[in-house]
């Protein structure tokens, strides 16, 4: 046997590896930290194209692509190109015979010039006028014939892509063999309307005439759309035309079919592919802007590939309720763009299954959603993102491995529970399964099974845990300066640190606006701005305090992200006051809950996110008040302020 090696060309890579999907998670990630939603950041990660995927286009790439490819059909040419060659031919044709007529000086030729000056001016006409006329010139002759072949040709090939190569042998059984084939069609189509038709029927069908069908259809569904897609644009073509000049072509039309002995059998065959497919644009004006004169058989395929290219955009631009790449035409894409395109879309398709197969979405009501494994994940790179913008010096131990050893050994151990990072003691572990027994049935002679019962731990010195509060201003004002999802990714920063690096601790997130709330880690991501007026940073420490009131033995850590002065208060009642500019009794009562603070010997340390004076003053009393520090990062070393802020109060402590 031989062999011959070649570039691979049809369709992606065999051997590529599997596109990574965090990636692609971490890329919406940063338009659902800005305030999209998870529907909105997919359309808009599938507009864009796929992170690090090298020669792989996004919807809008290929959208861009389709509308050149409509202007390039459109500037094309102009769609009368068959009326104007056939009044060419036609009067070539006329002026051939005059040229032979007018040196006989008899009263023949005199009756055949009369003949002449009473043909019809409409082409359709004028051809059927001619049809029995005896042309004296053998010229004139075969120019008439010449424009009879043309229109036959021309209009078959318009319903049948490609007829015009089977009707090129002028042999009156290649005409023959077309009449066969439309019997057969129409005979088939009939069929499968009484619910008769069978695959094997089809492939008989394909077997005799499939030279003529250049799509190569593999069941009748797929020819009875190629062919219904051609007559819809016939008729658009008509529909296009000015009335006088769509006269004229429908009568040319009928003519060529009366004179092939093919009319009743296409009026037949349309009314056929209309009921089958009354969803394509059957009248629809279309209008080309180009010099160049199309034939009819090329201007219907331009007009094919304009509806074509219309849907496509349609459903690239996935602006529509319920889109999703499903409804993309897979062999829209392949006959319009190429099947690097059809690669491109499966691609895209691939990440949108595999995000929900892989547990990070999943659709809930309609409605696409984050799952609480895409919430971690988010936070891990929000987290990871901060530390890569620290700087060296100041890393501290975040990256040590060996996380949940840093107390010291004790020497005794005690049995592993769901949380603990404390090394496992592997002969202890070994000893317990022994101790237990042989292993499960089945198992090799001597082997040693483990079970989760014989996991013990080394125990370790206790590590101060940590009470952490942070408050993060959720008003409107937030998102109209440009800081909101900067304040969730240092959320969930926070919270994905705290979850990996230090599980002893007990971290509460407080949003607050007009009210305050806490805030579960799983709905950060989706987490949006409120918009009432209102900060009501009384509240938030309300609901912080009692955290560190539930943890009396841990540290308290209290971090606050705004960017305003307290405008609101809770009342007694439960409801809200609010004023701008505050007013004594809103101040009044937010730094008696920060005096409490104190009190509990929890340090405030406030992140700045505005330069407002009256905010200012407020926090620098709060300092004086606390002993707390304030920072006044920019928006995007937010996160690198409040995780080092953490970092060193926690070692600190």
Known sequence: MSYRYGEYRDGPDPLAPPYDVRAALDQMGDAILSGSNPGHAL???????????????????????????????????????????????????????????????????RFRESVLDGVPDDPAGA????????WRSAAARRTFEELRDLLRRDVLDSQFRGMRQALADPDPAALERVREMMTALNDMLDRDARGEHTQSDFDDFMSKYGNMFPESPRNLEELVDALARRAAATQRLLASLTPAQREELAGLINQALEQAGLADQMRRLGESLQSRRPDLAWNTPERLGGDEPLGMADAVTALDELADLTQLEAALRQDYPGARLDDVDEAAIRRALGRSAVDDLRALRQIE???????????????????????????????????????????????????????????STRPWRFGDEQPIDVVRTVVNAVRRGPGRAGERSGAVALSVDDFEVAETERRTAAAVCLLVDLSYSMALRGTWAAAKQTAMALQALVSSKFPQDSVQIVGFSNYARVLQPDELAGLEWDMVQGTNLHHAL???????????????VVLVVTDGEPTSHLRRNGTYAFEWPPTRETLELTLA???????????????????????KEFVDEVARRNGGRVFSPSADRLGEYVVSDFLRTRRAR
């Open 43 to 109: 359309r808009d990660l599938l507009k864009q194209g796929l992170p690090g995927a090298e020669n792989r286009r996004g919807l809008d790439d290929l959208l861009r692509e389709v509308r050149r490819r409509r202007r390039e059909l459109r500037e094309r040419g102009r769609l009368d190109g068959t009326l104007e060659r056939a009044r060419a031919l036609l009067d070539k044709a006329i002026g051939q015979e005059r040229a032979e007529l007018f040196p006989d000086p008899s009263d023949d030729a």
């Open 127 to 134: 051809i059927q006028s001619l049809g029995s006329y005896d």
């Open 353 to 411: 299954r595999e995000l929900e197969q892989q547990g990070y979405l999943q659709r809930r009501r309609g409605r696409l959603e984050l799952t609480p494994k895409a919430v971690r994940r988010l936070g891990e790179t929000a987290l990871r993102r901060v530390f890569a913008s620290l700087e060296s010096g100041r890393r501290g131990d975040h990256d040590q491995v060996d996380a949940g050893a840093a107390g010291e050994l004790t020497g």
């Open 542 to 556: 309300l609901i912080a305090g009692r955290h560190l009131d539930r943890h009396p033995d841990f540290e308290p």
């Open 593 to 615: 809950e920060v005096d409490k603070m104190t009190r509990r010997r929890a340090t405030l340390n406030v992140f700045m996110l505005a330069e407002d004076e009256r905010l």
